[in-house]
């Protein structure tokens, strides 16, 4: 069996299990969400709805307390939402901590939280509303950061 293939069956078995490991992290000695873009490169995703976990490569940049970009499609697909609230503070991305953002994307308000465990396992929660009965909400495993 190719390595190749043996990767792929290695990473939907850790998909199905639902366990994240967090990658290396490729950032300044101290990054302050508030005041630094940061590009969070994810590879799986979760669906909160319906429970489903899969492959999902994207990068979630974070630019600030401005705005927040979801990238996929190596960039060809870009969806961009707006910042209207904070709850937390999290000065050094690099250590365990967390932060909710209140977000609106084309109206509909939602949430994103950004958090890092003591494990140094990192998520993010993405949740809006929507004309969708059951709105939108996934949980994004972080690979690692970048600046």
């Known amino acids: 069996m190719p390595m190749k293939d043996l990767k792929r069956i290695l990473m939907c078995a850790v998909c199905t ?15 302050n969400f508030a005041a630094d873009t940061i590009r969070w490169n994810c590879s ?4 909160l709805n ?6 999902f490569n994207c990068v979630v940049k974070s630019y600030g307390l401005e705005k927040i970009e979801w990238i996929q499609k190596s960039g060809a697909q870009v969806f961009t939402f707006s ?24 109206g ?5 939280v950004f958090e890092t465990d003591n494990a140094g396992k990192t998520t993010i929660t993405y949740t809006l509303s929507g004309n969708d009965p059951l709105g ?4 994004f ?3 690692n950061m970048a600046e």
């Open 136 to 139: 939108i909400g996934y949980t």
């Open 50 to 55: 319906n429970g489903d976990n899969f492959i």
């Open 108 to 112: 509909n308000p939602g949430e994103m």
């Open 17 to 31: 299990i639902v366990v994240t490991i967090h990658g290396s992290t490729v950032l300044k000695a101290q990054n």
């Open 83 to 106: 910042i209207t609230g904070v709850d937390g503070e999290w000065q050094d991305v690099t250590l365990p901590g967390r932060l909710a953002l209140q977000i609106s994307y084309e």
């Open 44 to 47: 799986r995703m979760h669906n």
């Open 141 to 143: 495993f972080v690979d």
